[in-house]
């Protein structure tokens, strides 16, 4: 089998689909049966997927080197042509929602409908994107893959297709998120000013329908003992339509219970997650919720939305709440922190739960889909 995949979301900081992409590229050549994967970004082709991980480069720091073939530029109807005939003799993999329209055995991974469910959560470039180009590359594909049931499902309503022409694919998560010594923990917390246990952890971009502001209104109903033994820490990108929930975080900051780390690089997350005291997520729309199994995998234990894919990622693991109703998902929190039982059953439960999740087994199962498309 000959496979064309797009790596157009690789980048040196990765997003949860980028964290995808990448594994598609680094373990799928290496499948039983998989003759040769060339790799595609924005209508050339990608000698070293891994190239595109690396930071810019910086004054003085020499660029990758570039093959021969690389340095001849064809001219752009000479790139389409060639692009053409490799997709006759390969099947073609979009795992970032889009194909280029000469892909005739396409496949595409839809990871969720945010785009039309929350259009004012994404900048409008990435709107007009959808708008020319995704119900086309749907259209187009041969098979589209979802991340999760709820997605599928949500997708066959959306798109009115046929059942069989969508497949979930449940995403995996990295054996670097487990369960890690306390020392180890602990002596890394220390760049942060952190103590192993000793802080409520959200990893999440900022924007609307993460509902970081309900959690931040439920964190202070908290009594100020709990606030004060266990603060809130916030990991991620400022995203969109963010000035007021920027304005709360510093206002919270101030009080003492809360602290806003912005982007943390990728080699210091597990170990954030394995030194938390709880992991909370209130999201009213996934399409999966790789965060939420991160934290299961690190053993810590999970609040999380009663919406869409994350319940049926966390296998009844995790606390599930109303993220509207502001008083439950404070006492879920305070559960979360202070509620021994619950929270060592929490534990084991998310540890049981996220074992059945891994990126060999979503591999496996991508590659399927491409077997069963016809030649």
Not at 313 to 339: F, H, M, R, S, W
Request: with cysteine; aromatic share 10%.
């Amino acid at each position: 089998m000959k496979l064309i995949l797009s790596v157009d979301a690789l980048a040196p900081v990765l997003t949860g689909i980028g964290r995808y992409a990448w594994e598609l590229a680094s373990r799928v050549p290496e499948v039983a049966g998989v003759e040769s994967v060339r790799m595609f970004r924005n209508g050339r082709w990608i000698a070293n997927a891994a190239d595109l991980l690396l930071p810019a480069p910086t004054v003085g720091r020499p660029r990758p080197r570039k093959t021969l073939r690389s340095k001849l530029k064809l001219p752009g109807w000479a790139r389409e042509l060639e692009m053409k005939r490799a997709c006759r003799r390969s099947a073609f993999h979009g795992p970032n929602y889009f194909l280029p329209p000469y892909a005739e055995r396409g496949v595409v991974t839809v990871h969720d409908l945010s785009v039309f469910k929350f259009p004012e959560t994404h900048p409008p470039e990435r709107i007009r994107h959808f708008e020319r180009d995704f119900f086309r590359s749907v259209e187009q594909a041969t098979h589209l893959i979802t991340d999760s049931e709820a997605t599928r499902n949500e997708l066959i309503v959306f798109l009115g297709c046929a059942s069989d022409k969508v497949t979930a694919v449940p995403l995996g998560v990295s054996r670097q998120f487990a369960p890690h010594d306390h020392d180890k923990v602990a002596a890394f917390l220390r760049r942060y000013d952190l103590a192993t246990g000793g802080y409520a952890l959200c990893v999440s971009t900022l924007e609307p329908r993460k509902k970081i502001e309900s959690l931040l209104r439920a964190y202070r109903t908290l009594p100020t003992a709990v606030r004060e033994a266990y603060p809130l820490i916030l990991v991620g990108g400022s995203g969109w339509l963010s000035e007021s929930l920027h304005q709360q975080i510093e206002r919270f900051t101030n009080e003492g219970w809360l602290r806003y780390l912005g982007f943390v690089p990728e080699a210091d997350l597990h170990l954030l997650y394995a030194g938390a005291r709880a992991f909370l997520y209130p999201s009213i729309y996934e399409g999966f919720g790789l965060p939420v199994l991160e934290a299961m995998a690190s053993g810590v234990p999970v609040v999380t939305s009663d919406r869409t894919s994350l319940p049926e990622v966390t296998q009844g693991a995790a606390l599930l709440i109303d993220p509207d109703n502001i008083d439950a998902l404070g006492e879920a929190v305070e559960k979360a922190l202070c509620d021994e039982i619950w929270r060592n059953q929490a534990k084991t439960r998310g540890l049981t739960v996220a074992q059945r999740y891994s990126w060999e087994r979503c591999i496996d199962a991508t590659v399927a889909v491409y077997r069963n498309i016809p030649k």
